[in-house]
């Protein structure tokens, strides 16, 4: 059966303190590995697609890495927007539904 | 581009009624799918359709819950009878075929 694991479930962080979040996953024929974010009531925002490993992409202060069962969210100088919880989620390849990890509601204070 | 449409964003039923959750997907996407996402709990898969073809409800309950997408019209998730343990946020998504999926803004049911 896929899992996704993310950690750690909360993380704190002083604006411009940079560190990672974490997504382990376990899935036979990875499709994609996806990165969502998510504000308070609203729904998933689309940021990454990692289609194997050793494959990196980035946008603002955001970057994803993709190992053979792992990925990682860097945030680079993070300001208070950033604030959201952050989801990882696998697609297996030849079906289209995603698993999602339960996320890292990260906090970063002013 | 006006992205995933869902409406209402906020329901509430009481126990033993009927809710009807409505989908509109972005424009040109003809691949539509619903999670469902309870307190403390990550996005479930329910049901993936495509146009008037439900394509898979692995995640589906075997009980009360349906969902179509008609040639005409928005995708529906019904629930008939619904209970307390219905609660939760229902979201949709859209996409092409194999690409990343679009999310609307939810919505949330409360079962009285």
């Known amino acids: 059966e896929d899992q996704v694991t993310q950690s750690p479930e909360a993380l704190r962080l002083q604006e411009g303190e940079s560190s990672s979040l974490n997504c382990s996953y376990t899935?036979?024929?990875?499709?994609?590995l996806f990165w969502y974010r998510q504000d308070p009531g609203k729904g998933p925002e689309f940021l990454f697609t990692?289609?194997?490993a050793g494959e990196e992409k980035e946008k603002e202060r955001l970057k994803a890495t993709l190992t053979k069962k792992e990925s990682f969210l860097h945030i680079t100088a993070p300001k208070p927007e950033d604030s959201a919880t952050y989801l990882c989620?696998?697609?297996?390849?030849?079906?289209?539904?995603?698993?999602f990890g339960k996320g890292t509601k990260l906090t970063v204070n002013p | 581009n006006a992205g995933v449409m869902q409406n209402p964003r906020h329901l509430v039923r009481r126990r033993g009624q009927e809710a009807r959750l409505r989908c509109s997907p972005m424009?040109?996407?003809?691949?539509v799918y619903w999670y469902r996402q309870l307190p403390e709990e990550g996005l479930k898969f329910m049901v993936y359709?495509?146009?008037?073809?439900?394509?898979?409800e692995s995640g589906m309950p075997k009980e009360r819950f349906s969902a179509e997408f008609p040639k005409e019209g928005p995708s529906i998730l019904r629930i008939q009878q619904v209970v307390r343990g219905d609660s939760a946020a229902y979201f949709c998504?859209?996409?092409?075929?194999?690409?990343?999926?679009?999310f609307g803004q939810g919505t949330r049911l409360t079962v009285v």
């Open positions: 998504a859209s996409s092409h075929m194999n690409t990343e999926a679009f």
């Open positions: 899935v036979s024929g990875l499709r994609g």
């Open positions: 990692l289609y194997s």
């Open positions: 989620a696998v697609g297996q390849g030849g079906s289209e539904k995603l698993v």
């Open positions: 424009k040109g996407h003809s691949h």
């Open positions: 359709l495509q146009k008037e073809n439900i394509i898979d």
